[in-house]
């Protein structure tokens, strides 16, 4: 099994600012991801966090508002930029410590509210 | 387009009885249907994978089934204790994973 953290936890922050949330993984995985959580709503895909190159971003998310960076196996940073009320959200980081999408594991997450 | 439908009302079972819970997906064909569990503030916790060519899977206390011809998962906690309480999420994959909004549970003692 694989174990999560993420720093910071929560954060409230201005309007305009950007926030930068970094993942940390106790052992190397083969992938991480980074999802969003609104209150009541399921959870959805940012974007892949690819180790050595850009990362892929789903449908609806841009590398200019969401830069990401995986510089090594266990280590990953979203940046949520340029922030508006909409953004506030809960963000979580996960990893696949194997092949197959049964040993997906996630971060407890980071709660995000911008003012 | 793609949809996961999970019921979004609380359920509320009696401690000991079997809770059953409901994914439904459309104009979909995930190669596997997963489960997991949420507590407040946490992230989710991996809890069963199923995939199309099977229909039941099992462990411990939890059973899920798989039926691609009603599109639908069930997801059986049986003799339910107030620590099972907590939201459930359904999650399909196929060439990429798509989460349901998940089901609260409530275990009454």
């Known amino acids: 099994s694989a174990v999560i953290s993420q720093k910071p936890s929560r954060d409230i922050c201005q309007r305009g600012t950007s926030l930068t949330i970094q993942c940390q993984v106790d052992s190397q995985v083969t992938m991480m991801f980074w999802y969003r959580q609104q209150p009541g709503q399921s959870l959805t895909l940012i974007a892949t966090?690819?180790?050595?190159?850009?990362?892929?971003?789903e449908s609806g998310f841009v590398i200019d508002k969401f830069p990401i960076s995986r510089p090594n196996l266990t280590f990953s940073t979203l940046t949520v930029s340029n922030m508006s009320p909409e953004d506030s959200s809960i963000y979580l980081c996960?990893?696949?410590?194997?092949?197959?999408?049964?040993?997906?594991?996630f971060g407890p997450g980071t709660r995000l509210t911008v003012l | 387009s793609q949809k996961i439908e999970q019921n979004s009302e609380a359920l509320n079972i009696q401690e000991g009885k079997t809770a059953t819970l409901t994914c439904n997906y459309t104009n979909y064909s995930p190669a596997y249907l997963q489960w997991y569990r949420q507590d407040p503030g946490r992230g989710p916790v991996f809890l069963l994978l199923i995939r199309e060519n099977e229909k039941e899977k099992r462990k411990e206390r939890l059973k899920v089934t798989f039926d691609t011809t009603l599109k639908q998962s069930l997801f059986h906690i049986t003799a339910s204790q107030p620590a099972d309480s907590a939201t459930y999420l359904c999650?399909?994959?196929?060439?990429?994973?798509?989460f349901g909004k998940g089901t609260r549970l409530h275990i009454l003692p």
């Open positions: 996960s990893a696949l410590s194997g092949s197959s999408y049964n040993e997906q594991f």
């Open positions: 999650a399909c994959l196929d060439d990429k994973i798509i």
């Open positions: 966090a690819n180790q050595g190159s850009e990362a892929t971003y």
